[in-house]
């Protein structure tokens, strides 16, 4: 049985983006003026989404999770064209 890594999983990005999802959320909620969402501060809406760029631009790239992403990425398309490269081996086996 093959090991799997946390990162193969496919809905792994889906996860990192909860702060934006959030600040739009907000935002749409705030330009609807639905309930006490309508009398927010703008810097209550504005602050989910400052949050996000800090994490991203800072946080993420000093803990290393970018690259780490891009090397995931780059394995995972690897291991694509080995299965397909395997694929075609044994079509022309046959």
């Known amino acids: 049985m093959a090991h799997r890594r946390y990162s193969d999983d496919p809905g792994r990005g889906r996860c990192d983006m909860w702060m934006l999802w959030i600040a739009v959320a907000l935002l749409v909620l705030k330009l609807i003026g639905i ?48 299965k397909k490269a395997m694929g075609k081996d044994k079509r022309l086996r046959r």
């Open 35 to 82: 309930g006490p969402f309508g009398d927010l501060s703008w810097w209550w809406v504005a602050l989910p989404f400052a949050a996000a760029f800090v994490w991203f631009e800072v946080f993420e790239r000093r803990l290393g999770l970018d690259k780490k992403k891009a090397f995931d990425e780059l394995e995972r398309a690897k291991q694509e064209r080995i």
